[in-house]
C-alpha cells in the first residue's frame, strides 16, 4: 500500500547544487571533500549534477564535512506541537526514492530521531556504522536486513534493535514497497548541530 501523505514542496535548490555551492563556498575540491566525508569523488560528483541522490547516511556525513546542518539539504518541521496527526502528516522534504515521514518533534537536546519510511522495491541503503542505537519495524512489507554478519529477512510486525556501531544495511528486493518505522540514538538532525564549531 502507498504511503498516504503529501510531500511539502519548498521550491529549495535541488540537493547537488546545495552541495556544490557550499563545497565552493568553503573552497573545498571533490576529493577534499570526498576525504572529509569519507564517500568517495564519483559518487559526489554526480551527487552534484543530481544523478544520483544521496541517502540519510550520506547527508549527515556530508553535513558534517560541509559544517552545515541537515536541514541545510531538506526542510525538518521545526514547529514545538510535540503531537503528530495522522491526518496532517509531516515529510522531510529530500528528494529521495524513500519517503521519510517525521514522528519526532524539535525538542530542545533531541536525543533521538523517529521516523516512517515508505521504501520502494529494489532500494538498498548503503552500509553505515556510527554511535548509537537503531530500532526497526516493519509496519507492512518485507525487508532483508544485514547486522554484522547477521543478514535476515523482517517481515510485518518483525523489529530489530542493535548497536549501530556494527555495520549495517537493508534492502527491499520484494515487489511491493515497505513502511518501516525507524527509531535511532543520537538525533542525526541534532548531532550536526550540537558538532558545530
Known sequence: MPFL?????????????????????????????????GLSAPFLSQ????QTVPSLVSLTALARALRVEVSYFMEVPK??????????????DIDSPVTYHQLSSS???????????????????????REGEDFLFV??????????????????????????????TAWNESAEPVRLLYVGTPSIFREISDKKD
Do not use: Y
Not at 10 to 35: D, F, H, N, V
Not at 79 to 89: A, E, F, G, L, T
Not at 145 to 161: F, I, N, W, Y
Open 79 to 92: 514547529d514545538d506541537d510535540i503531537v503528530h496527526r495522522s491526518n496532517d502528516p509531516e515529510l522531510i
Open 107 to 129: 525538542l530542545p537536546g533531541q536525543m533521538m530521531d523517529a521516523i516512517l519510511m515508505t521504501i520502494p522495491p529494489g532500494h538498498r541503503f548503503p552500509v553505515d556504522a
Open 5 to 37: 501523505g503529501k510531500r511539502v514542496t519548498s521550491g529549495m535548490m535541488p540537493i547537488g547544487g546545495r552541495i556544490k555551492s557550499r563545497r565552493q563556498e568553503l573552497g573545498l575540491t571533490l576529493q577534499a571533500l570526498a576525504e572529509a566525508s
Open 139 to 168: 509496519v507492512e512489507g518485507e525487508l532483508m536486513s544485514q547486522v554484522g554478519d547477521l543478514r535476515t529477512k523482517l517481515q510485518t510486525g518483525d523489529s530489530m534493535h542493535f548497536r549501530s556501531q556494527s555495520p549495517h
Open 47 to 50: 551527487a552534484e549534477r543530481n
